[in-house]
């Protein structure tokens, strides 16, 4: 049984995404920003709802809760157990670590803080046919990452190598469709890294035609998303900084005023 994932643009540049099992009728929601876009398609589905995950407590992404929860009243809400307060809602209060069963897959929680302190990243891994996902809310972005509203760059660093280690093939489902925005400031702080050039250009395209570029890939993550080359002799020139965590911050600290 294959995991259909449905990409639903909503508000500004969100990205809501939906899991589907059609042959069992059941579907799962990432960070619903808003409701009826996802209520319209699983009807339209012939599906229920069975599982709402949260990856953080920001309103972009947890607005559309109550209300499929008016409409789905035995839904399961996952959520950080360190966000009880802010995401009151929840009804499974997850941990770094823990693993659970989504449509038949597995699922694994990665606690991954440094935008909010309790964000959350949801890794499907590899089975069968079906190659591995991850699902990070505003922690990863494809050519960036999210703000650092409540962690310290440490914390961001040591969220974006776990996530940076997960296979080459794992595709990046990111909350929001801010590539080329964040492509240009890569090519700003990188601009000798050809691969990085070759996909500003492939973004480009995409973008021209109207066409999303989520989900991404790590591993084409890990060649061009210059917060995820700390390490790299050309991107600690670029911010005069040896250590990978002050590279991090330095880079961070430009793309917010970019
Ligand atoms: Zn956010
Ligand atoms: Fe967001």
Same mark, same amino acid.
């Given at each position: 049984m294959a995991l259909e994932i449905v990409r639903l643009p909503v508000l500004r540049d969100n990205y809501v995404f939906v899991l589907a099992d059609r042959d069992?009728?059941? /579907?799962?929601? +990432?960070?619903?920003?808003?409701?009826? @876009?996802?209520?319209?398609?699983? !009807?339209?589905?012939?599906?229920?709802?069975? +599982?709402?995950?949260? #990856?953080?407590?920001?309103?972009?992404?947890?607005?559309?809760?109550?209300?499929?929860?008016?409409?789905? @009243?035995? /839904?399961?809400?996952?959520?950080?157990?360190?966000?009880?307060?802010?995401?009151?809602?929840? #009804? =499974?209060?997850?941990?770094?670590?823990?693993?659970? !069963?989504?449509?038949?897959?597995?699922? !694994?929680?990665?606690? +991954?803080?440094?935008? #909010?302190? /309790?964000?959350?990243?949801?890794?499907? @891994? /590899?089975?069968?046919?079906?190659? @591995?996902?991850?699902?990070?809310?505003?922690?990863?972005?494809?050519?960036?990452?999210? =703000?650092l509203f409540e962690g310290t760059p440490a914390q961001l660093f040591s969220s974006l190598e776990r996530l940076a280690a997960l296979p080459g093939d794992t595709r990046v489902w990111c909350a929001h469709e801010y590539t080329e925005a964040n492509l240009r400031f890569a090519a700003s702080v990188d601009p000798a890294n050809n691969d990085l050039q070759q996909r500003i250009t492939a973004v480009a395209a995409l973008r021209a035609a109207g066409t999303a570029t989520v989900p991404s890939r790590i591993d084409l993550e890990r060649a061009t998303n210059p917060f995820l080359r700390c390490r790299t002799p050309a991107l600690q020139r670029a911010m005069g900084q040896q250590d990978p965590v002050a590279v991090l911050a330095e880079l961070r600290r430009r793309k917010d005023g970019f």
């Open positions: 069992g009728g059941q /579907a799962a929601v +990432v960070d619903p920003a808003v409701a009826a @876009p996802v209520i319209d398609w699983l !009807e339209a589905a012939g599906c229920e709802l069975t +599982v709402v995950l949260q #990856t953080h407590h920001h309103s972009d992404h947890i607005g559309g809760t109550p209300e499929l929860l008016q409409r789905w @009243p035995r /839904a399961e809400v996952w959520a950080a157990a360190s966000d009880r307060e802010r995401i009151p809602f929840q #009804t =499974r209060s997850l941990a770094d670590g823990d693993r659970l !069963e989504l449509l038949g897959r597995p699922v !694994e929680v990665l606690l +991954v803080p440094g935008h #909010t302190r /309790a964000h959350l990243a949801y890794v499907l @891994p /590899a089975s069968g046919d079906a190659g @591995p996902e991850l699902f990070c809310g505003d922690t990863l972005f494809a050519g960036g990452c999210g =703000r």
